[in-house]
């Protein structure tokens, strides 16, 4: 049995909402080992977690995962599980498309589908300083990382109007009626180029990005257990037919789509519930 919290908390720093999407709190607390496979996410963070020790398994290996800070990039690739038993908080800082490159500087690529980094990795070692020398609570933990992102805007990169349009466009047409040649039309970008401003921006080429929505859209049908839907919304978005939607889901969650409705309360609820 498992207790789940989450909160998004109030972005008090008004001067952050370009960059941060939101600030979300998760609380889980167990008695036996809970495994966690971690959906697609297409937004890079900075996650600060405390309490019972984690591990992840990647590759049929498991490791220990560092208490503290770190930054987590997009996801689009299967294969990862964060195992956990007893009470873990996480405090997680999404940023917007753009928000985290503008911020740090950094190649949105370099922590695409990769466990998480050290904050030394964007010349952070001040934040980290911060928050293991901070209180453990919630309302002290948000405090720190508010401030420093906010003393990081006066030296922000410009903003990226291009990619913030290619988003909402596809936000709009999340079940993938719209190929990429039609948005690049659109918005009259060559798609090298708009290809390669996505991957260092956010990470991920405008594909993978789009296709990251579609199954966060998907997922969030399954988690309905809406099973008609589901099936509507996959042929929607470019499957075959069930089998063929059942044989990628696996390849990417690493179980069935009937074994993840029949399932307990999993961390890839949380990240759903973000996309609400």
Not at 173 to 191: F, H, P, Y
């Amino acid at each position: 049995m498992s207790i789940l919290k989450y909160t998004v908390l109030p972005l008090k720093q008004r001067a952050l909402e370009p960059f941060v999407k939101r600030i979300s709190y998760i609380e889980n607390e167990t008695v036996e080992p809970q495994f966690h496979s971690i959906p697609p996410i297409g937004a890079n963070g900075l996650s600060f977690y405390f309490g019972a020790p984690m591990r992840h398994i990647v590759n049929h290996e498991t490791k220990p995962l560092p208490k503290g800070a770190s930054v987590l990039g997009t996801i689009t690739e299967g294969g990862i599980t964060v195992i956990h038993q007893g009470c873990v908080k996480q405090i997680y800082i999404e940023f917007t498309p753009t928000g985290f490159y503008r911020l740090f500087h950094k190649d949105g690529s370099k922590f695409t589908n990769s466990l998480p980094a050290d904050l030394s990795t964007i010349d952070a070692q001040m934040l980290e300083s911060k928050l293991e020398n901070c209180s453990r609570n919630i309302k002290s933990v948000q405090e720190v990382f508010e401030n420093y992102l906010l003393s990081r805007v006066p030296n922000a990169l410009p903003k990226i109007p291009l990619i913030d349009t290619v988003v909402e466009l596809m936000q709009t047409d999340v079940i993938g009626k719209r190929s990429i040649g039609d948005i690049c039309e659109k918005v009259d970008v060559n798609q090298k180029y708009l290809f390669r401003l996505f991957k260092k921006v956010i990470g991920v080429s405008p594909k993978k990005y789009y296709r990251t929505l579609q199954w966060n859209t998907i997922m969030t049908m399954i988690n309905q257990n809406e099973e008609e839907s589901l099936t509507k919304i996959a042929l929607e978005c470019g499957f075959y037919d069930h089998p063929s939607f059942t044989k990628e889901f696996k390849k990417f969650m690493q179980i069935s789509p009937s074994e993840f409705i029949n399932g307990e309360i999993r961390l890839v609820e949380l990240v759903l519930k973000r996309n609400d």
